[in-house]
């Protein structure tokens, strides 16, 4: 990848509706329950709980994320990082910096958003 290439690449070639209904249902639901985390006392749960439920969807979202992924750029990546991650594993998002993930999950469903355009 050259310099200005710095942004992750995604293909959606084959990806249904059902994605886009999945990843965005996850994406509501960890919100909602992030909320929640910060007022436990609209909810049974305890922060426990929530976190479990959090990461549960996190999972889930990984998931419909490596099936879009083509490419990371290498600075994305920490340091120790393997040079020849094929992007076909959810295993591999765990190479990423922490704070570009966000951003990640953030490109690939604004990219989503313009595939679904053309």
Do not use: Y
Request: charged share 30%; aromatic share 8%; hydrophobic share 40%.
């Amino acid at each position: 990848m050259t310099a200005k290439d710095e942004s992750p690449t995604f293909n959606f070639d084959g990806i249904s509706r059902k994605w886009n209904k999945e990843m965005t249902r996850i994406q509501v639901q960890m919100a909602s329950l992030a909320l929640s985390v910060q007022n436990p006392s609209d909810s049974d749960l305890n922060k426990v709980e929530f976190a479990d439920k959090i990461f549960e969807l996190e999972d889930k979202r990984d998931q419909l994320l490596i099936d879009v992924v083509l490419d990371v750029p290498q600075s994305w990546l920490v340091s120790n990082a393997p040079k020849d991650l094929k992007w076909d594993k959810v295993e591999d998002l765990d190479w990423m910096l922490s704070e570009k993930f966000e951003e990640l999950t953030q490109l690939a469903l604004t990219a989503r958003q313009s595939s679904a355009k053309n």
